[in-house]
């Protein structure tokens, strides 16, 4: 099997870890667990894809280990090779992550690697306790290997230099990119040993030459033997080794260190290794508990419910770029990214943390909202001027990706303003971001089609453009937002225009987003008047996207006989999951890991159901329900929701959408305070 980053099973990462301050903030890291389940193949868990300073430039993809038997000439990798993995947390409110691979080689006798992971405090670095059991006593080396490759999301430059080095005692390897550089170093505590036993320095997927790959020469060749090689240039591996004989209980730690410079790097490695896991570990659970007693608990009384709310808020912050703005997720199927920034999330996300009293962090996505705002004069793919509202997503730094236009990402700012400024009562919140949402509600009051309703955009799942049920709500919401903004200035004239304008839209809802006695039945589209090919007809199929029309846009009552129509068609089989509860985005939908259609839902989605369900009183229990049961079971096994699960309710893509975290906290404390939170103003 040729190795490499780009040749590896697509990954939903099934945990997160950071730092909650510090310098170690801007360290994140994602561990995998690759089950059987899909035929993936694979059946290991591992350390993957690892950002410092953005949380959108990787600085490796891999870290595997790999246990030599001399006896049995085998060497068998902790993804490739692992029967049998598990991932978990300390504990809710504490990222520190355990690992658990279990190997079997081919006498029959099994070795257990168990790891504990986390991240410095207060340096740049990872700190990795390793520790295996060997049932038989043969001749063993264990390796490590790193898959380097330092890059931004979009892959364009993975080429850098890695070399071994060696300062006072410590051997490393160390990789750079221009200003950015990982340094490698391990330890054995019990000899205090830190040197190689072996190294390689080589480039991914190179099989051959004086530069092969250290995975061809420690896993393909098979025979214990690792060639020397100082320094490549490429897309480089390099690869460790730590003989340990005939030992049978081995423990060492791994250091990774971060930095802008060689001794940055260097420096940071050294420093977790010197002062050793157990206090590297009593400073991150002293930041992560002081972080969590400044926000809302779990505050059901349930176990399991206040375990996944505390452990959706530390996902949250988790992500949390030092620049404020949230990745969607630390997911990397193939091809493509979701280290990027929507304001369409961002905005779901400061919600929550409202919601949690995680004010702070609130206050810091928002006002990365306002810096990135688009300048007057700027025009978008299709001409159409752009100053006041946002580009679909953005690298952490601001600087622009995809660039179409979402009403959901125009009204929505406006509203995660307002909510911050009604949350928190702070009239600075009001002052600060002012000109920022009059500037969005001046584009929104000028995108009118002239018969009374918001102009063509692109809808909530990027994929459509037509006048959407989601988009024309945010917008309607965003007026009415900047409608009690402009009242709290004294700006009543441009608050009056902002509330008639809402007030026309919104009277004409039905008439362009509800369709009759389509395939599907009575209900809300997701566009009117849609182009392109999509199928199904996005003016002919019920969407999910358009139970956000009741909450938080509060545009549709869940009462509304057309809404009560849409959501009872969410409990017919061709459009949810046929063995759980969970709604899917549309009937139909092929955005999936397959690229086809698959049976599955999508917990976000379903939580917009269960809050109509509820206010609508269709299902009373529909939100306790989705707390108290569903969720837990849609949950990887370290307890983060994904964005999809399949038929049977199993993670099936993206196992940390960010999106998915924030709709189980703003649905159990909507639960606990016995009204919606959020509600956007009504007309």
């Given amino acids: 099997m040729i190795h490499g980053e780009r040749d590896t099973p697509p990954s939903d990462k099934d945990a997160i870890v950071s730092a909650p301050r510090g310098v170690g903030k801007t360290v994140l890291a994602t561990v995998n667990q690759y089950p059987s389940v899909h035929n993936r193949g694979c059946h290991g868990a591992l350390v993957e894809e690892t950002s410092a300073f953005r949380s959108d430039i990787e600085q490796f993809s891999d870290l595997h280990v790999l246990l030599w038997d001399a006896d049995l000439q085998q060497v068998l990798d902790v993804r490739e090779d692992a029967v049998a993995s598990s991932v978990t947390y300390a504990n809710s409110r504490v990222p520190e992550l355990h690992l658990e691979n279990t190997f079997r080689f081919v006498s029959g006798y099994e070795a257990t690697l168990s790891q504990d992971l986390l991240v410095a405090v207060d340096d740049p670095a990872l700190l990795v306790r390793n520790h295996v059991a060997f049932d038989d006593p043969n001749e063993h080396t264990i390796y490590t290997l790193v898959n ?64 092969r790959s250290a995975w061809a020469e420690i896993y393909e060749d098979e025979d214990g033997w690792l060639t020397p090689n100082d320094v490549a240039t490429g897309r480089v591996d390099a690869g460790v080794g730590l003989h340990v004989g005939h030992e049978q209980d081995v423990s060492w730690a791994t250091g990774i260190g971060f930095g802008t410079t060689h001794s940055e790097a260097i420096s940071a490695a050294t420093n977790v290794l010197d002062a050793g896991y157990d206090s590297i570990r009593s400073s991150f659970h002293e930041a992560w508990e002081d972080w969590h007693e400044a926000v809302r608990d779990g505050p059901t009384g349930d176990a399991v419910a206040d375990r996944m709310y505390d452990l959706s808020m530390t996902s949250m912050k988790c992500v949390q770029d030092p620049r404020g703005p949230m990745i969607a997720g630390a997911f990397k199927p193939r091809h493509f990214e979701y280290k990027f920034v929507w304001p369409r999330d961002q905005v779901i996300l400061i919600q929550a943390l409202l919601a949690a009293e995680a004010t702070k962090e609130a206050r810091d996505a928002l006002a990365w909202l306002d810096s990135v705002q688009i300048d007057d004069g700027v025009r978008g793919p299709r001409g159409i001027q752009r100053g006041g509202t946002w580009w679909q997503n953005y690298f952490v730094d601001g600087t622009a990706h995809w660039r179409e236009l979402q009403l959901d990402q125009v009204g929505g700012p406006i509203y995660a303003h307002w909510l911050t400024w009604r949350e928190t009562d702070d009239d600075d919140v009001l002052d600060a971001h002012y000109d920022m949402s009059r500037r969005a509600a001046e584009f929104l009051l000028g995108w009118d089609n002239e018969w009374g309703f918001p102009n063509k955009h692109q809808d909530t799942w990027e994929e459509v453009w037509g006048h959407t049920t989601a988009g024309s709500a945010a917008a309607i919401a965003g007026l009415r937002c900047m409608a009690e903004l402009a009242d709290a200035t004294g700006d009543d004239e441009f608050a009056g225009r902002c509330r008639e304008q809402a007030t026309v839209w919104a009277e004409n809802v039905d008439t362009y987003c509800f369709k009759h006695d389509t395939p599907y039945g009575d209900h809300y589209v997701t566009a009117d008047a849609p182009e392109g090919g999509e199928q199904p007809p996005p003016d002919h199929r019920p969407d999910a996207a358009a139970f956000m029309a009741v909450w938080p846009w509060n545009v549709v009552s869940a009462t509304h006989p057309p809404m009560q129509s849409t959501v009872r068609l969410a409990d017919e089989e061709w459009w949810r999951a046929d063995g759980t509860p969970c709604v899917d985005r549309y009937p139909g939908d092929d955005y999936t890991p397959t690229g086809t259609v698959e049976d599955g839902g999508w917990p976000l989605c379903e939580a917009y159901a269960d809050m109509v ?18 969720a837990e079971k849609w949950a990887t096994a370290a307890g983060l929701l994904p964005e999809r699960i399949d038929g049977n309710g199993n993670v099936r893509w993206n196992s940390n959408l960010q999106w998915a975290q924030a709709t189980f906290v703003l649905l159990t404390e909507s639960h606990v305070r016995g009204v919606p939170f959020g509600m956007a103003p009504d007309g």
């Fill in 613 to 630: 369900r509820w206010l609508g009183g269709v299902d009373d229990d529909a939100v306790s329900d989705h707390i108290f049961d569903h």
């Fill in 148 to 211: 380097f490759g330092i890059e931004d999301v979009l892959g364009i430059d993975g080429v850098d230099e890695a070399y071994y080095a060696h300062e006072n005692g410590v051997d490393f390897i160390v990789a750079y990119d221009f200003e950015r550089f990982v340094a490698l170093a391990q330890r054995r505590p019990s000899t205090d040993d830190s040197t190689f036993h072996g190294h390689r320095v080589g480039i991914q997927n190179r099989s051959t030459g004086d530069q």
